[in-house]
Every structure is written in structure tokens, then in C-alpha cells.
């Protein structure tokens, strides 16, 4: 059975159109965490959320919101989408914030920005 | 330097060989360590927890080396299935888990 869910798996998008990720998952983690991967990189953490509070990276631009209504559900949210945003977003929870806790990632959406 | 450091490779190797792959960090404080398995196109899937004794599991070998600030990951009898990108994962400690993760070594293992 899917863990952590991330729809849809392939996002196109105009340039500048607003588009909204989502990641949902049925481990009841507390932590969710939004990650960019670009093609032969690491993925880099954009922003996570423990239960309702939210967690900016320091380097990760305003053009990136993020939301979470609810335990299960979270979303990534890119303003204006520029060429540079295209990669595959990754989300991932975790049980608590304990350095030693795994991280179960869902399978990632694709956004490609025309 | 970066935070998390890994040879890109590809590394090729034949079935059945050994291979090993180091990832060196930059943080001292650094306290957890992963290796994640992420195939082409695909999300990263926990591989195996990297414990200060070392751990083993089945053909999968991780150590953990502080005074020189890297890990290590040995896999014997290479199989096929194996060819993926391996990604080193260090957790900074303090109540936050600041997850900075290595670029990845390419294996591909070869009839």
C-alpha cells in the first residue's frame, strides 16, 4: 500500500502560471518535508512542516509557499514558475524530527515549465 | 566544500564483483547516516542505517568512520538489481533533523 502519495506525477506548467503540488500519507507522521531534485543532483530541502509548524530553508526563495491543512495533506505551492524551477519535487515524512528517524519519501512529481 | 560529498562515478562493474563507495561530511556535529538507493527517475528508498559499530545486511556493509568524517558502503556479489544511484544522508543533531544528502554514486553492474 502507497505511504506517502504526491499528485500528479507529471506537472506542465506555463511560465509564470501558479501551480500547486500535493503530497498526501497515511503513516500519521508528524513531519513532512518538501524537497527539489534537479537531474544529477542531491535532493535539497526546501521547507518541512512539524504537525503545523512550518520551517523555511534559509536559501529557498520566495517564489515557494507551502501549506498543510491537516495532518495527512500537504502542499507545495510556486507563485510564479520560472524555466529554473523545473525538476522533480520530492515529499517526505518522518515520525518525529529525531535525527536517527527514516524518512519515506513519495514517488515525486516531475514539473516541467514550458 | 560541500556539507556532503560523494564520487559521482558511474562505477561499472561486473556481476559478482565487490564494490565500495565512500561519502565524506564536513559537519563534526553530524550524528545520523544514511544510505538511501534512488533508481533512475525514481523517489530514494532507505537503504540501511549507518550505526558507530558498523551494520551489515545480507551483501550490504556501512561503516562508520568519525575521527576521519565519512561512511562507507560495501556490497559483495553484485547483482544486476543493483545498478542504481547510492545517496549518503547525514542528520545533524539538536531536536532539528537538518537532513543534508550527498549527489549520489552511479553504480551499474554488468552481465
Known amino acids: 500500500d502507497a505511504m506517502v502519495i504526491q499528485n500528479p506525477r507529471y506537472q506542465v506548467t506555463q511560465f509564470g502560471k501558479p501551480v500547486t503540488l500535493s503530497c498526501s500519507q497515511t503513516?500519521?507522521?508528524?513531519?513532512m518535508y518538501w524537497y527539489q531534485q534537479k537531474s544529477s543532483q542531491a535532493p535539497k530541502l526546501l521547507f518541512h512542516?512539524?504537525?503545523?509548524?512550518?520551517?523555511n530553508e534559509a536559501d529557498t526563495p520566495d517564489n515557494f509557499q507551502s501549506r498543510r491543512p491537516n495532518t495527512s495533506f500537504c502542499f507545495l505551492d510556486i507563485r510564479s514558475p520560472g524555466l529554473g524551477d523545473a525538476a522533480m519535487y520530492l515529499c517526505?515524512?518522518?515520525?518525529?524530527?529525531?535525527?536517527?528517524?527514516?524518512?519515506?519519501f513519495g514517488p515525486g512529481t516531475r514539473l516541467l515549465v514550458l | 566544500r560541500k556539507e556532503v560529498e560523494q564520487d559521482p562515478g558511474p562505477f561499472n562493474v561486473p556481476e559478482g564483483a565487490t564494490v565500495a563507495f565512500n561519502c565524506t561530511y564536513s559537519?563534526?556535529?553530524?550524528?545520523?547516516f544514511f544510505w538511501y538507493r534512488q533508481d533512475c527517475r525514481k523517489e530514494p528508498k532507505l537503504l540501511m542505517s549507518?550505526?558507530?559499530s558498523g551494520n551489515e545486511d545480507g551483501r550490504f556493509t556501512a561503516q562508520l568512520n568519525r575521527a576521519s568524517q565519512y561512511i562507507s558502503l560495501l556490497i559483495r556479489d553484485s547483482k544486476l538489481s543493483d545498478s542504481a544511484t547510492y545517496l549518503c544522508?547525514?542528520?545533524?543533531?539538536?531536536?532539528?533533523?537538518?537532513?543534508?544528502f550527498g549527489t549520489g554514486t552511479k553504480l551499474q553492474v554488468i552481465p
Open positions: 544522508v547525514v542528520n545533524k543533531s539538536g531536536g532539528y533533523q537538518k537532513v543534508t
Open positions: 549507518v550505526y558507530s
Open positions: 503513516l500519521n507522521h508528524n513531519v
Open positions: 559537519n563534526s556535529a553530524s550524528q545520523s
Open positions: 512542516y512539524y504537525d503545523k509548524d512550518f520551517n
Open positions: 517526505a515524512t518522518s515520525r518525529s524530527l529525531a535525527g536517527e528517524e527514516t524518512q519515506y
